[in-house]
């Protein structure tokens, strides 16, 4: 079983920064990739950016050279860092693991951009 806390989520205007970390139980952190997803109101939750448990990266086109997936292993955390936001950034953010065919989500952030 493994659990996922997010935080650092809250109101920043366009053009600011924030930084969202989420922190993982147990001793399997290292070994798997892992995913940041967001869900506005009224869409559907889309994949955002993703790290392999080598660090190669990737990224939505919409939050390419703005957002930095990067995760600590020793802290067993993974972190995006989201500048030059957006109002159209403004969503919950939930970070994601996936274990075989289990799928753990943390509860999620919000994340609001005000314009």
């Known amino acids: 079983q493994v659990q996922l806390v997010e935080s650092g989520g809250g109101l920043v205007q366009t053009g600011g920064s924030l930084r969202l970390s989420c922190a993982a139980s147990?001793?399997?952190?290292?070994?798997?990739?892992m995913y940041w997803y967001r869900q506005a109101p009224g869409k559907e939750r889309e994949l955002v950016a993703s790290i392999t448990s080598g660090g190669s990266t990737n990224y939505i086109d919409s939050v390419k050279g703005r957002f930095t997936i990067s995760r600590d292993n020793a802290k067993n955390t993974v972190y995006v860092q989201m500048n030059s936001l957006k109002p159209e950034d403004t969503a919950v953010y939930y970070c994601n693991m996936k274990v075989g065919f289990q799928n753990y989500w943390g509860q999620g952030t919000q994340v609001t951009v005000s314009s």
């Open positions: 147990g001793s399997i952190f290292s070994r798997f990739a």
